[in-house]
Nanobody, 116 residues
Framework: QVQLVESGGGLVQPGGSLRLSCAAS????????MNWYRQAPGKERELVAS????????NYADSVKGRFTISRDNAKNTAYLEMNSLKPEDTAVYYC?????????WGQGTQVTVSS
């Protein structure tokens, strides 16, 4: 069955960095786009970054452009989100998502807290 498992979250000081990973299984990872979303307390889930299956096309939310980088390693069936210059407003649960054969799959999420 399809599984998406995020890891790499934690507590970091403002200005710090984290790298999130999304390990995928149960489908042909290299054939599907991957997305990172986040949801802060009391707010709606929002798209942070997306990457096409080939890795040639990426999109970012305006709030993270220049600070976050999405990438993927199709040989390892893993997507990544490199987050730099983190701000308190980046605090949220981060999820990876993919739409596979018309069905949407989410990971369980990983908490990122940016605080001094």
């Amino acid at each position: 069955q399809v599984q998406l498992v995020e890891s790499g979250g934690g507590l970091v000081q403002p200005g710090g960095s984290l790298r999130l990973s999304c390990a995928a299984s149960g489908f042909t990872f290299s054939s599907y786009a991957m997305n990172w979303y986040r949801q802060a307390p009391g707010k709606e889930r929002e798209l942070v970054a997306s990457m096409a299956s080939t890795g040639r096309s990426t999109n970012y939310a305006d709030s993270v452009k220049g600070r976050f980088t999405i990438s993927r390693d199709n040989a390892k069936n893993t997507a990544y989100l490199e987050m730099n210059s983190l701000k308190p407003e980046d605090t949220a649960v981060y999820y990876c998502k993919s739409r596979i054969n018309g069905r949407v799959y989410w990971g369980q999420g990983t908490q990122v807290t940016v605080s001094s």
